[in-house]
Antibody
Framework: QVQLVESGGGVVQPGGSLRLSCAGS????????MHWVRQTPGTGMEWVAF????????LYRDSVKGRFTMSRDNSKNTVFLQMNILRLDDTAVYYC?????????????WGQGALVTVSS | EIVLTQSPGTLSLSPGERATLSCRAS???????VAWYQQKPGQAPRFLMH???NRATDIPDRFSGSVSGTDFTLTISRLEPEDSAMYYC?????????FGQGTRLEI
């Protein structure tokens, strides 16, 4: 079955950097687009970034543009989220999620999430 | 950005009853590209429905979806205790993809 496992979460100071990884298994990783979605008690579910199956098309929400970069290594079935210049309001559980096709925006599977805490 | 507003905030019902969860979009959603997800505490969201009314794989037919204009509805019939969860709608027609704030269903 489809499995998505996030890693790399932790505590970081404002202005710092963190890189999340998400390893996929149980499906042909290179055939599917991927997303990152974050969740907080205050703001609820918030889509963060999208990357097409081949890594050529990326989309970001405005509040993370220029600070976050999503990438993937299909040879390792892994997608990444490089987060720079982190802010207090980036604190959230970050979910890796699979699109339901190569360039599709519909999310059909989710990982268990990685907690990112930005705190001084 | 398409804003999705879910109602009610909390719904308390008994086993066997029917739940009606609403999701109103601030503007037209192209091709009715609205999905629904179920989330239980400490768990990842579970994909329920796409295209407003198409059940995901292995989702029982107690779950159904409908749309009228910009109003999207998730109906859960014959409620079971394990249906207790948060339910989120999401539009995936326009960027940024957006979610509703959720409805808590208590059985």
């Amino acid at each position: 079955q489809v499995q998505l496992v996030e890693s790399g979460g932790g505590v970081v100071q404002p202005g710092g950097s963190l890189r999340l990884s998400c390893a996929g298994s149980g499906f042909s990783f290179s055939d599917f687009s991927m997303h990152w979605v974050r969740q907080t008690p205050g703001t609820g579910m918030e889509w963060v970034a999208f990357l097409s199956h081949d890594g050529r098309n990326a989309l970001y929400r405005d509040s993370v543009k220029g600070r976050f970069t999503m990438s993937r290594d299909n040879s390792k079935n892994t997608v990444f989220l490089q987060m720079n210049i982190l802010r207090l309001d980036d604190t959230a559980v970050y979910y890796c999620a699979r699109g339901d096709g190569p360039g599709n925006w519909l999310i059909d599977n989710w990982g268990q999430g990685a907690l990112v805490t930005v705190s001084s | 950005e398409i804003v999705l507003t879910q109602s009610p905030g909390t719904l308390s019902l008994s086993p066997g009853e029917r739940a009606t969860l609403s999701c109103r979009a601030s503007q037209s959603v192209g091709r009715n590209f609205v999905a629904w997800y179920q989330q239980k505490p400490g768990q990842a969201p579970r994909f329920l429905m796409h295209g407003a009314s198409n059940r995901a794989t292995d989702i029982p037919d107690r779950f159904s979806g409908s749309v009228s204009g910009t109003d999207f509805t998730l109906t859960i019939s014959r409620l079971e205790p394990e249906d207790s969860a948060m339910y989120y709608c999401q539009q995936y027609a326009d960027s940024p993809i957006s979610f509703g704030q959720g409805t808590r269903l208590e059985i």
